[in-house]
Nanobody, 127 residues
C-alpha cells in the first residue's frame, strides 16, 4: 500500500475554483490508478474522478463532469483535482485514493477497488 496526503482545500464562493493535490509515497506511484472521492456530512462517500496509471484515461462522476479535471504528474508522485464553477453542493471532504493492484481501470468508479486512502481535505463552497 501507499501513503496519501491531500492538500488544497478551503473556503470558496460559488463559481470559484480550487486545486487539490495528493502527494503519494511508499511505492512506485506509476503502478497505481488514482481517484478522488468526496463525502458530504450525512452522505455516502461518492466517486468524483479517476485517472489511469499513465494518465491517458480519465473518468468522472456525473455531478462533476465538465467542471472538474483530474491530472497526475508521475515525476512528482502527485495527483491533482482542478475544480471550477464550484457549487454549494460540492461542499464535502475530498479524499484521494489509490486502486488496489488486482483491479483494472474498468473499476474506476467502484469504491471497493481502492485500498489506500488519504485523510481528506475539506472543501466548503458558500452561496
Amino acid at each position: 500500500q501507499v501513503q496519501l496526503v491531500e492538500s488544497g482545500g478551503g473556503l470558496v464562493q460559488a463559481g470559484g475554483s480550487l486545486r487539490l493535490s495528493c502527494a503519494v509515497s511508499g511505492r512506485t506511484f506509476s503502478w497505481y490508478n488514482m481517484a478522488w472521492f468526496r463525502q458530504a456530512p450525512g452522505k455516502e462517500r461518492s466517486f468524483a474522478a479517476a485517472i489511469s496509471r499513465n494518465g491517458d484515461t480519465t473518468s468522472y462522476g456525473d455531478s462533476v463532469k465538465g467542471r472538474f479535471t483530474i491530472s497526475r504528474d508521475n515525476a512528482k508522485n502527485t495527483v491533482y483535482l482542478q475544480m471550477n464553477s464550484l457549487e454549494p453542493e460540492d461542499t464535502a471532504v475530498y479524499l484521494c485514493a489509490a486502486m488496489s493492484l488486482v483491479w483494472d481501470f474498468s473499476a474506476a468508479k467502484t469504491r471497493q477497488a481502492y485500498n489506500s486512502w488519504g485523510q481528506g481535505t475539506q472543501v466548503t463552497v458558500s452561496p
